[in-house]
């Protein structure tokens, strides 16, 4: 039942009924249902943006995930633990075990290169704490690779251990001439004025003036490769493939002791002085070569000569003079 309500009506001494009329009853309805409507849409957004109603569920899957950050954080100091350990490793890698060994160093590139691709992290995309998963993952995966190198790397090098007896055999350490049968040793091995244009050209080897016949002498252990005059300038040469990255050139030869595919010991004699193909005059001209390049023989006369005469060498060979090819 509606409650009913008076008013006092002072001139007739008496209370009397308060009378709403219809249209502004339905207004106050309108108003009521429209400000309902309202507070309960404003009520809803509140709920669904605001973190602060949380359930136990949510509060521990909160604990978890802070867990977890704590986890990778004690994770990542680790890593740098680790990273730390294996740069020390790698140093004595390049630095010692294949400096020992006459073995070039592995690049730092590719030592740290990781995994390529986006397609093997798209799993750890589009999550809240995304990049720190992410980061920690390539890191995970550097290492793994720096690991698996570093590994293959010392197989390698107990390898050549191993093989340490025929390693230094091989090395081409001693003159392929001998020092009395020399006239002298003409050109070393750098920039020097070529014979025949007179322009000042790159002279990968050393010359050794001897006579017609001298002999020459294998470097080192191997097997000849080419014994023949198809290079053009070399005239009569021979090549010994020694292994582990090193070849030897003789040129200019009068004729050969030994043909191609024949396995030669360091000291063997493998042909003689010559003066065939571009040359100037009777000599030989001798050249190293280590995984594909060119480097100084002066580097590897240790096995024959002494230190007086490895000195009186390196003033000659330094001496930039006309060479004799």
Do not use: W
Request: positive net charge; charged residues 25%; aromatic residues 10%.
């Amino acid at each position: 039942m509606a409650k009913v309500k008076y008013y006092y009506d002072s001139e007739n001494l008496a209370y009397r009924k308060i009378k709403t009329k219809k249209r502004k009853k339905f207004g106050f309805i309108v108003l009521f249902l429209v400000a309902s409507a309202l507070f309960g849409s404003l009520s809803f957004l509140i709920l669904l943006n605001t973190p602060y109603f949380d359930t136990p569920k949510d509060r521990l899957m909160q604990r978890e995930i802070e867990n977890l950050k704590l986890n990778y954080a004690v994770l990542n100091r680790k890593i740098d633990q680790l990273d730390n350990v294996i740069e020390a490793i790698e140093k004595r890698d390049n630095n010692l075990y294949r400096t020992y060994f006459n073995t070039s160093p592995i690049p730092e590139e590719e030592r740290k290169a990781g995994y390529s691709g986006d397609d093997r992290y798209a799993a750890l995309q589009g999550f809240d704490n995304t990049q720190l998963v992410l980061n920690t993952t390539k890191r995970v995966d550097v290492l793994t690779k720096e690991l698996a190198i570093q590994s293959e790397s010392l197989d390698y090098i107990l390898k050549l251990a191993k093989e340490k007896n025929k390693l230094l055999s091989a090395i081409p350490a001693i003159q392929p001439v001998r020092n009395e049968n020399l006239k002298s040793m003409a050109s070393g091995f750098g920039y020097r004025t070529d014979p025949f244009t007179k322009a000042r050209k790159m002279h990968e080897g050393m010359d050794f003036t001897a006579k017609v016949g001298t002999p020459i002498f294998a470097t080192g252990d191997g097997v000849i490769s080419q014994a023949d005059n198809r290079a053009s300038g070399y005239g009569n040469h021979i090549v010994i493939r020694h292994g582990y990255g090193y070849e030897t050139l003789y040129a200019h030869l009068s004729k050969y002791n030994s043909k191609a595919g024949q396995r030669v010991k360091r000291g063997d004699i493998i042909g003689y002085v010559g003066s065939t193909g571009r040359s100037e005059g009777p000599h030989l001209h001798y050249e190293v070569h280590k995984d594909g390049k060119v480097v100084n023989p002066l580097n590897f006369y240790y096995g024959n000569i002494s230190a007086v005469e490895y000195v009186a060498i390196s003033k000659l060979a330094n001496q930039e003079n006309q060479s004799l090819d």
